[in-house]
């Protein structure tokens, strides 16, 4: 059949709508890249929506789709909004002419069995990072046929046999452009040392991860696998530039873990540096991945940001996670590291994850002390969530089959708890890590003398960070 116009839809999520903590809204990378992709056809319409920053319901929804009658909807949907996704697809089958519906996206790691009513009805799900392998369905969908085989048939046995489809070459992928709108809308909170109204840009630099956290799981990740795959430094320096012309000032880099590959960090670096690029950026580092002479290196490139995952102030805590390959004492590699960008002046971001397996308050406790002591510029603390697809969620299944996998989520009030204490206290408890970060002596001041000018040219962003209150 010939495709003339496409849908490119990301759902609202209902369980992040219950969300007290503050968030930010990252773009929908896959149909951003899918977007760049159909842009090559000329004949074709492509529109996006995006109902994380245009919220609609299931039924603005279908009438949104119904008014702009696409011959193909492609809809994401994350593991906490996958319901959301079956009922706008659900009810567009039951229409006259209703198109074809790709799925992509993590909600449907879920539950792979076609025969469910809901899964039936898409016409095709990628699993996995479906920027490539979308194109081969595409032409493939107005060939009419390959081989003989129904494009149904095949996708669908893919999917049931839990094929995950990879970008295997990185740097054949067209740049994202943004509209006014959405650079307005996926703005980070992180506070950062710019006295400037800051317009973010988002770039995916390597793909995989190699580690084995037991918590990890591909519903939460930008990609998938242990395989790295890596861009090359000068087409990332290009999509920085390209991203500047659209008026961005500064980027993230997205990557599950962008220090994972040193030698493509260092080859950017030194792009960057011979580029004389003026963009600054931030980046998610793991404290055992990263060197002084790196880090300095980063920062005279242009990093003035980094998010590290310290997760816990206990050893034991950090062993069961499966967190580190070393026997180096994980504390004092996070000691390490925070000295080294204290020293260099670049800002930070601390994670950590309470409500770990078999975790006691006194553990709970001491990664506040911990927290005290690295004294990062910010912190986020997640409750333990063990998300489909992880090996925690495999390890705890007796445990947690009772709870639906679509109301979780790492912000959200836990369900259940796997530590040595209660739901309800974890909630308790991460109110008091927030107060007692945040209320100590000093910190308020040397916080605001650091970032006043960023404050004074983003109160918007200021207003979403005092929205912390509302879970003390």
């Not at 007290?20 to 809204?25: G, L, R």
């Not at 002419?97 to 899964?119: M, T």
């Not at 800002?347 to 950590?352: D, I, K, L, Q, V």
């Amino acid at each position: 059949m010939k495709v003339r116009s496409v849908l490119l839809l990301r759902v609202s999520s209902e369980v992040d709508k219950e969300v007290d903590h503050p968030q930010f809204f990252d773009p929908p990378y896959p149909l951003k890249y899918l977007q760049a992709g159909l842009a090559r056809y000329r004949d074709l319409s492509v529109r996006m929506l995006d109902c994380w920053i245009r919220p609609m319901d299931v039924p603005q929804i279908v009438r949104y789709t119904a008014k702009v009658q696409p011959d193909l909807v492609v809809i994401s949907a994350s593991s906490f909004d996958i319901q959301v996704a079956n009922d706008v697809v659900g009810s567009l089958k039951k229409q006259n002419a209703s198109p074809l519906v790709i799925g992509v996206g993590q909600g449907h790691y879920v539950n792979r069995d076609c025969r469910n009513d809901y899964q039936a009805a898409y016409d095709a799900i990628l699993l996995g990072e479906p920027e490539q392998e979308f194109f081969r369905l595409f032409a493939w969908i107005e060939d009419g046929g390959h081989a003989g085989t129904d494009w149904k048939d095949y996708y669908r046995q893919c999917y049931v046999e839990g094929k995950r489809f990879l970008v295997e070459d990185p740097d054949a992928l067209p740049f994202p452009s943004y509209t006014a709108e959405e650079m307005r809308a996926y703005r980070s909170i992180f506070p950062v040392k710019l006295p400037k109204r800051v317009v973010w840009g988002y770039l995916i630099a390597t793909r995989g991860c190699p580690h084995g956290c037991m918590f990890c799981s591909e519903v939460m990740r930008v990609s998938i696998g242990k395989k790295l795959r890596s861009r090359s430094a000068p087409n990332i320096a290009d999509e920085m530039e390209h991203l500047g012309r659209q008026g961005v000032n500064i980027c993230s880099f997205q990557d599950d873990s962008f220090s994972a590959n040193r030698r493509l960090v260092r080859s950017l670096c030194e792009e960057l540096i011979t580029r004389n690029s003026k963009m600054p950026w931030m980046a998610r580092v793991r404290v055992d991945e990263v060197t002084y002479d790196l880090l300095a290196l980063m920062k005279k490139a242009g990093c003035i940001m980094l998010g590290l995952g310290v997760e816990s102030g206990n050893q034991r805590i950090i062993d069961g996670m499966n967190k580190q390959k070393t026997r180096k004492s994980w504390l004092d590699l996070c000691r390490q590291a925070f000295h080294w960008t204290r020293k260099l002046g670049i800002g930070t971001n601390a994670y950590y994850v309470i409500g770990n397996p078999t975790e006691t308050r006194e553990e709970i406790e001491q990664t506040m002390e911990f927290a005290l002591e690295l004294d990062s510029d910010s912190i986020q603390v997640h409750f333990y969530t063990p998300y489909p697809g992880s090996a925690a969620w495999e390890k705890y299944q007796d445990q947690i089959a009772e709870h639906d996998p679509a109301r979780m989520f790492h912000y959200a009030t836990p369900l259940f708890s796997l530590a040595k204490v209660s739901s309800e206290e974890l909630v308790e408890l991460r109110s008091k890590f927030y107060r007692r970060y945040i209320f100590r002596p000093g910190f308020a001041i040397k916080h605001m003398r650091r970032h006043l000018a960023f404050y004074w040219h983003n109160p918007d962003i200021f207003l979403s960070l005092l929205g912390i209150r509302k879970i003390f």
